[in-house]
């Protein structure tokens, strides 16, 4: 289904803890993405990666972390500074390089309790 | 960077209407201008782009309009259906940024039987 999963599809944190979201991908595709999505509001830039072992902050970065140790793989965590960490968590990934379609994750959505 | 707005946030048709949603960009270097919909609990998907070197693209019911000069982009959707209602968004960007996509904020349209 798409080539690109995200675990879980939803999830649930006590305020202070750290919490990892999983992105797998089997498209072969070298640069791979997140993004939150809020209510209402436009998908905002996380963190990306081109390419194994290397990756860039996005749009609003604090509070989040990200590895890139496999091709197939980019998962993000939402550490306990991030402010307001409620919200929908898209990953997606792409042909690097290229302006081609992104492909995207189902989601997970977090909430803080 | 790259600032996209999306207009209108939502937008209601009768059934058979046409729909028009419009976008802005503000970096002239953008080159790639794609449309998403996401349907409800859904991921985005793509349902169309165009490239800076062409003004209109078409596929089937939807078309999208680029205007480099006037830095805008429109989707048309002719005949709706109530299958088309969902959350539309618009996104750019530029081959220096590889496939990093600054997305709108959004269009919810609802299509009315």
């Known amino acids: 289904d798409g080539g690109i999963t995200q675990s879980p599809k939803y999830l649930f944190r006590k305020e202070g803890q750290n919490v990892t979201l999983s992105c797998e991908q089997n498209l072969n595709h070298d640069a791979m993405y997140w993004y939150r999505q809020d209510p209402g509001q436009g998908l905002r830039l996380i963190y990306y990666?081109?390419?194994?072992?290397?990756?860039q902050k996005g749009d609003i970065a604090e509070g989040y972390s990200v590895s890139r140790e496999k091709k197939e793989s980019f998962p993000l965590t939402v550490t306990s500074a991030q402010k307001n960490p409620t919200a929908f968590y898209l990953c997606?990934?792409?042909?690097?390089?290229?302006?081609?379609?992104?492909?995207f994750g189902q989601g997970t959505r977090l909430t803080v309790v | 960077g790259e600032n996209v707005e999306q207009h209108p946030s939502t937008l209601s048709v009768q059934e058979g209407d046409s729909a028009v949603i419009k976008c802005t960009y503000s970096d002239s270097a953008s080159n790639y201008f794609p449309w998403y919909k996401q349907e409800l609990g859904k991921r985005p998907q793509l349902i169309i782009d165009?490239?800076?070197?062409?003004g209109e693209k078409k596929d089937q019911r939807i078309a999208v309009t680029l205007n480099k000069t006037a830095k805008h982009f429109s989707l048309h959707i002719t005949e709706t259906q109530p299958e088309d209602s969902a959350v539309y968004f618009c996104a750019a960007s530029t081959d220096n940024a590889g496939n990093m996509l600054t997305f709108g904020g959004g269009t919810r349209l609802m299509v009315k039987p």
């Open positions: 997606a990934s792409s042909i690097r390089g290229r302006n081609t379609e992104a492909f």
């Open positions: 990666s081109q390419i194994v072992n290397d990756f």
């Open positions: 165009i490239r800076s070197n062409v």
